[in-house]
Structure formats: C-alpha cells, structure tokens
C-alpha cells in the first residue's frame, strides 16, 4: 500500500505530518490507506480544528491519530485486542498527544453508557461483522453533536447500510476494496 510498510502506518498531516508509527500484525486489521485518509481528512479539514473525536475501531490508529495530528480537541479510540491497545497508547506517548485517550472496550457495548456528544466520528470496523448499520443506530441516541460527521468505510462488496433518520450522506467514493463516505448528522431546528 502507498505510503505504509509492513506494519507501519504515516500521519499525513498537521503537526506529526510524515511520522511513522507501528502497528500490530494482527487478523483483519487494515489501516486505512493514506489515499482514502487524504481524501477523508480533506472532507473533514473545516471542522478538524478542536473538535472531539471518536475512533470506534482504532485498530492502526491511523484515523484518531491523525486527527489529533491536525488540531482535534479530544480524540477518544477504542479497540479489543490488548496489542493494539498497548500500541496506540505507546503511539500517544510517543508523540506526546495529551488529548487522546485509548480505552479497551468492544465499541457496541462502550456505546451503551450514558452518551456524550462527539463532532466527529470513525466508523471504520472489520468488514466482516457487518456493523455499520447497529453502531449507527447505536451513535443517533445522544453520541453526535448537532451536525456531527460520521465517517463510514466497508467493503465495496457491500452497499452502505440505511442511515438513521435525519442522516445525510455528504459525500462517497471507492478505492480498491473499499467503499466509503462522509454522513452528517442533522442540525437542531
């Protein structure tokens, strides 16, 4: 993949913009690509600056990381696996990024508790358990701020699932195997 050798992923922009961070070789971990984060972090670039981010799926962390790397307020990131949790809270040490925080947690059981609203979020999780469609539901009951960003990627195979109602889909694209696109949720009023 451009820009990434085994197990490393780059921050591409904002003030770590060209660091190299490792990653655990783990099954289905994927890091977004840096063609996908580019274009994403594109999208997202008039709302980044001191906003409060949720990475559902951290995985890499190339997404919450990145985001912390361009001036989001407070990035929050959640995985499973042990490994990568260690790694990303090394990764935050590393680049001395106070404003994230690493949690082990399953992301549909973490989106059970009491809700606080977040600007934007990372939907990005293994394909193969399907779960746009239940975290979205899940993420409409009090986790987004008004006009909040959801970022959604899946395999191409599969369509986009139905967004909560009020969503809009703001942009969308394909590259390789994936598919992915940039929702918004709605604004009070």
Request: with cysteine; charged share 20%.
């Amino acid at each position: 993949m451009h820009g990434q050798t085994a197990c490393q992923v780059r921050i591409i922009g904002g003030r770590h913009r060209g660091r190299r961070l490792h990653f655990p070789e783990l099954p289905g971990l994927r890091p977004t690509g840096d063609r996908i984060r580019e274009t994403l972090f594109n999208w997202l670039q008039p709302y980044i600056e001191g906003a409060r981010c949720l990475d559902l799926f951290a995985g890499s962390g190339a997404l919450g990381l990145e985001a912390a790397s361009r001036g989001a307020a407070q990035v929050v990131m959640l995985d499973t696996a042990v490994a990568v949790v260690r790694q990303l809270a090394e990764n935050k040490r590393q680049l001395d990024l106070d404003q994230v925080q690493v949690v082990r947690a399953d992301a549909l059981q973490w989106l059970e508790q009491e809700a606080t609203p977040f600007d934007i979020v990372f939907l990005d999780p293994p394909f193969v358990d399907n779960l746009l469609q239940p975290l979205c539901q899940r993420l409409s009951m009090g986790w987004l701020a008004d006009g909040a960003h959801i970022y959604l990627e899946d395999a191409v195979s599969r369509n986009m699932p139905p967004l909560p109602e009020g969503w809009e889909m703001q942009k969308q694209k394909s590259a390789g195997q994936v598919h992915y696109g940039l929702a918004c949720a709605p604004l009070p009023g």
